[in-house]
């Protein structure tokens, strides 16, 4: 986002969270010192990614489920997926004032669900398409004015824009990458953002996805799976081998964050903020542009999704592994810009929901729909 990062936008109400941050050593070094818990999760099946919500942290995963963190847990909020098939989620991501979640997955499911109006919105197989979707980003406001962005195995890119009567308009789909895998896209304006690919490609658009320009990484040998884009000159990449690769609007540069060289599976970036997650059940937290501080959780499982968060930080994984912990100044005490400045974040001006951050009440889906596509007239 342009002026505030997400979790200021979306920290609009106190919330009740552990005390205090962990006080950070060395960034080249690992600790074992962690304030991250695993949580006790609803499912035993796979969670593939995670993402910041007006109404706290959601995740998806296999079978199409859905879940959110509430105060007292986390819960199934969708199951089975916006069809009822049980089809696999890969991806997911909120608007920008975080009342909506869209998620996507296996055989061209898309979905949406509204936290204010619990309502999910069926969008899946949009002209036709069928396809596994990797992934999906989105800006814009709920309900209003979204530009949606949706990539898949085939090397796809299908860009949806929400039009005044509530459908989406859909754009002729293209290929940025010449047709190998997405596992990951991300914008960080409406009309800017970035791709990978599989086959070490990155790319970026300027006009909401009409062309794309390859930036790299040509020196790149192992696999990408994640990115985070936080604008032109500001982008990181989760490869193999432990490896979170750094593009400052000029060139890329390697940074080994795992000694251990295991595989960077997920990465997210909130301002100076930035969370990445991988093999083995490691965390790595952002502390400069070529720094990253690993942790060890004692989990085994492979992370394959993370996301930082207005009142908690969330990896996870395979089994159903969910990491958490309590996000910094999510009790409105002062934090830090990454810096080293201390913020106030209850002096921010915010959006107000009628969703409370965490509340006790449980989701669920109070109403379902069947979401309408249009062509371009």
Known sequence: MSEQTRRDVLQFATVSA???????????????ETEWQQADSPTGKALN?????AAGPFAVGADGNVLARREDGWQTVVAYGPQARSRRLTGV?????????????????????????????????????????????????????????????????????????GAIEYAEVIKPGGGSTIPAIDCHSRDAGHVCSTSQFVAETADGGVTWEQIGIDFAGGAFFDLASRGERDVNVAAGSGIVYRYDGFRWTPHVVDDARRAIRAIDRDGTDG?????????????????WQQYETGIE????????????????????????????GSDGSAGSDGDG?????????????????????????????????????
């Open 341 to 377: 400045n201390e913020t106030n974040s209850t002096t921010v001006e915010t959006t107000a929901l009628a969703v409370d951050v965490l509340d006790a009440e449980p989701l669920s889906v109070e109403h379902y729909v069947e979401g309408e596509w249009i062509t371009p007239v």
């Open 49 to 53: 990614d995670a993402v910041d919500t």
């Open 18 to 32: 552990a005390t205090g941050v962990l006080a950070l050593g060395s960034a080249a070094a690992q600790t074992n």
């Open 93 to 165: 991501d909120a608007t920008d004032d975080g009342r909506a979640v869209w998620f996507v997955g296996g055989s061209g499911v898309i979905g949406e669900y509204d936290v204010e109006t619990q309502t999910l919105t069926n969008y899946s197989a949009p002209n036709g398409k069928t396809s596994t979707w990797e992934d999906c980003t989105v800006r814009g406001t709920a309900g209003e004015n979204e530009r949606l962005y949706f990539v898949n195995g085939s090397g796809e890119l299908l860009v949806g824009i929400r039009q005044d009567s």
């Open 301 to 328: 499982s492979k992370l394959d999704g993370v996301a930082t968060g207005s009142s908690y930080d969330v990896a996870v994984g395979d089994g159903g592994t969910i990491l958490e912990r309590a996000a910094a």
């Open 275 to 291: 969370l990445a997650a991988g093999d083995g059940g490691a965390l790595y937290e952002r502390q400069s542009a070529g720094q």
